[in-house]
């Protein structure tokens, strides 16, 4: 069973090293690890090419795996990197089982709290709102409802955690504590 | 043609009104608009269970649609919102004609650029990164590659438009340029 190792590890500045070690974690679980950044990107004209010759690479190792693991720890800002937001909405579409992990344990309400640094009103049908008049999202969830639900309906798990800030994108014990369920779903 | 209109108006305080806009465009153009809260969310007992009737509902929607229209504007930071991401890797898996645009004209390298207040450097393999060492995409794109290259590879088009920011979500001008090109394409 092919799995494809989804996130933001593509971007640490030791990403080979850290991919390195995820795919390492995801064969000792019994499972096959395809890890963007797997094939070699062929020599392009421009900036662009290059970035479409990559995300065609990604689709393609994407279309050739059963399930997704996706590090969904916030990115830059509030939510998870929309480049891990795409490639899970893509393997949910496909019915493959998906499963995440977040190495922060504050929920998006939370953060997005956090974001507006309090400053949240309920508007007249009782909707918390900030000060950009934007519509908070109160579902206890991780992230974004589509991600969560995204998970929920293709029978997975979001794993969460609180890690030390200085190893957010290189902790994997979430990541193998989704390892850990679905190899006892699949491979038992 | 049944159109999906993904975006983050959904969270606008007169989310009704915009959503209504572009449902009368899309309409306006021969396509059949297809928007998230088109159908009644059920009753349920907790927030989660809540979420996840929503992000079920859109999953049907989006199941009953042969094309999406994405609004990437960026959302609470430097990227598109991460709920339309997902569901614009969900239809691009599902090989639906794919469209996009964003009301800013800034590129996503810029943001992250502004993001970073410009404290940019090279590594040794002449990779920008940014303080907190994670690479910057550098490949003229309007957001993270897998967004730019999931348009390209269902044939469409990202259009970007630089807005008042006040009219920031509920300009239509990018939408509608969207829906001219999807019309040449599909119904002429």
Redesign the interface.
Known sequence: MKVYLAG?E????N?REVLDQKIELTRRYGFVPVSPGDLEVPATD???A???A???I??RL?MSTDMIIANLTPF????????T??????????GCPAYAFSNTASNHFDR?AH?YEGRIQA?GDNRL?GPD???M?????V????????V??QGGAIVTREVDPERLYVDHQAFEECLRIAAARFLR
């Open positions: 933001p593509v971007f640490l500045p990403a421009t900036k662009r290059k970035g479409l990559i995300s065609s990604n689709q994407m830059r800002g509030v939510a998870a990197d929309v480049g937001a795409f490639e899970l909405g893509f393997m949910c579409a496909r997005v974001h508007d709102r008049g934007l519509a999202e109160d579902f206890d969830m992230d974004n409802l589509m991600l969560d639900g995204g929920d309906a």
